[in-house]
Nanobody
């Protein structure tokens, strides 16, 4: 089993920045995909960004150039640096990890972008 714990959400004004963190623990494998999804009220959960164990990244078009995903060297912690935040970025952000054919999810952290 893998446990994912997110942190770093909160309230920020439009144009501001936030940094989310997600720490993975348990049976950690070196081959994985880890990243962030988000779900806004009344909408489906959507991909934000992912990073593979080898370091390759993938971003939703809506966040390219504004968000940056990174990880620590051990591959246990993933970060999402969010800049130039917009009201439409408001959502619950969920940490995600896929390894050995299994999907794992965190409980989510709320990001609210509002003046």
């Amino acid at each position: 089993q893998v446990q994912l714990v997110e942190s770093g959400g909160g309230l920020v004004q439009p144009g501001g920045s936030l940094r989310l963190s997600c720490a993975a623990s348990g049976r950690i494998f070196s081959i994985y995909v880890m990243g962030w999804y988000r779900q806004a009220p009344g909408k489906q959960r959507e991909l934000v960004a992912t990073i593979r164990g080898g370091g390759s990244t993938n971003y939703a078009n809506s966040v390219k150039g504004r968000f940056t995903i990174s990880r620590d060297n051990a591959g246990n912690t993933v970060y999402l640096e969010m800049n130039s935040l917009k009201p439409e970025d408001t959502a619950v952000y969920y940490c995600y990890r896929n390894q050995d054919g299994m999907d794992y999810w965190g409980k989510g952290t709320l990001v609210t972008v509002s003046s």
